[in-house]
């Protein structure tokens, strides 16, 4: 056979050069984050048979005794609520370890429950990855248990607990490092205040660098990263223009800490150009509480409050982490388990498929003189890192989707290719009616997903895409049209 001629137009296109990245860039790790998009906590500990909040350090290992429970059922109830993963509390401030640990005596060794031999971070790390989804620990660094607490010896301990959870339970997707800390507690039987210094008592650079070497894939989330930012509330909710980088400050404009810094009033928004690729996670409960209470069983978050809660969270860029809290059985109550079903039957019902799909789509602008690589098919294939772009001198740009026939939605969805960086500043959304582009939607910051729910439900047979502001060439991986499923009321 003849040697090939000239090399065919398209894969001489492809090779043209892509644009250079811009700014902080998501690590491997941060990308396999952002796809997992909404996951649960697990708040289980005394607290959940003795009715509190924070428990105060001097309960009775024992009364953790939960008659029924079920590591399966608990993982499948998340499972059926669409949770791609799920974080326990391992310790929670009152200091009890779920697990069979060495570094206190504090621990479920001491419980008559399974006559000591209980291990909840055992069996849920198990059945979460049974259920296919992934295993992440919350370890308190407060603990108002501890003797240790507030001298050095403590950090020590606290570093050996995260050792073994980070040893000896298998891959671990997220540690979480919780802000709250220092005040009264039983401290060994001591019932004092305690208060220590939260900028350095921790030494946190050490320990997320012993994380770091234990479970080098696992994210590290703290107020304050460092791969993760806290939103600012525990809400579940990004402000509507939120940007994936951030700039972590302290409170005095000096260096940042875990219950230290301006989260609250700066993480929901972040910074336009922050020095550091620390996209937000959005995380509320279920309930009001953070733990079960029967007082609360008909204060569940209805599927349509979630479905906010995941418009404004994981449509903001971030993910959403949704606590979801075992009862005193061992079970999820059947009211929570309800509300998880109905979300993600919206979820899922709502995003089953882009009615754009198929629409005849045309760019303005595509890079190197329309390259297929860069083409505006790329919107609409379903993945997250193929893009559209333009030449590195065109800032603005439009795309138009040509539906074929008019088409209802309500739902659009903009993805950008995060892995060159967070590149628009400003788009706006337009339907062809009456003869005439109408602009429908106009938004800001896009990252790693941007939804945009429209005040009423739109049918058109066109709709375009413009790019109004960018700080470099765009590259845009996803334009979607949706139309809500189910009673997803617009709160
Ligand atoms: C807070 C804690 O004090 C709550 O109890 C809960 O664990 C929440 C997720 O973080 O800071």
Known sequence: M???????ATVAAASAKAPAPYGPLPSERQLRWHEMEVYAFIHFSPNTFTDREWGNGDED???????????????????????????????HHDGLCLWQTDATDHSLKKSSWRGGKGDVVKDLS????????????????????????????????????????????????????DGANGGSGYYGGANETRRIDRRTYYDWPA???????????????????????????????????????????????????PGYSR????????????????????????????????????RVKSPAQLMNLYYRSVGRGGCFLLNVPPDRCGLVHENDAASLRGFNAMVKGTF???????????????????????GPRNLLDGDRYTYWSTDDAVLTAEVTFDLGKPVKFNVARLRENIKLGQRVDAFALDQWKDGAWAA?????????????????DITTNRVRLRITKAAVCPALSDFGLFLEAGDSAKS
């Open 440 to 456: 429908f939607a106009e938004a800001t910051s896009i990252g790693s997903c941007r939804l945009v729910r429209t005040k009423e």
């Open 207 to 257: 320990t997320w660098e012993l994380e770091r070497s234990l479970q080098p894939d696992a994210i590290i989330w703290c107020e304050i990263g460092p791969d993760i930012r806290w939103v600012g509330n525990e809400s579940g909710y990004a402000n509507d223009t939120c940007w994936e980088t951030y700039n972590p400050i302290g409170p005095d404009g000096g260096p940042a800490a």
């Open 61 to 91: 290992p024992s009364v953790f005794n939960p008659p029924a429970f079920d590591a399966d059922a608990i993982a499948a109830a998340l499972k059926a609520g669409g949770m791609t993963g799920a974080i326990l509390t391992a310790k």
């Open 126 to 177: 198990e059945a979460v990855r049974r259920a296919g989804m992934k295993f992440g620990v919350y370890l308190s660094p407060w603990d108002r248990n501890s003797a240790l607490y507030g001298r050095p010896e403590y950090v020590m301990t606290y570093r050996q607990q995260l050792r073994e959870l980070l040893t000896r339970y298998g891959p671990i997707y997220e540690v979480w490092h």
């Open 2 to 8: 003849a040697a090939a001629p000239l090399l065919p």
């Open 352 to 374: 089953r498929q882009n009615l754009a799909e198929k629409a005849k789509v045309a760019a303005s602008n595509v890079r190197a003189k329309g390259a297929k690589a860069f």
């Open 263 to 298: 989260a609250g009033q700066e993480g929901g928004t972040g910074h336009r150009n922050g020095a550091q690729w620390l996209p937000p996670e959005c995380n509320t409960s279920i309930r009001p509480g953070w733990f079960w209470h029967e007082r609360e069983n008909a």
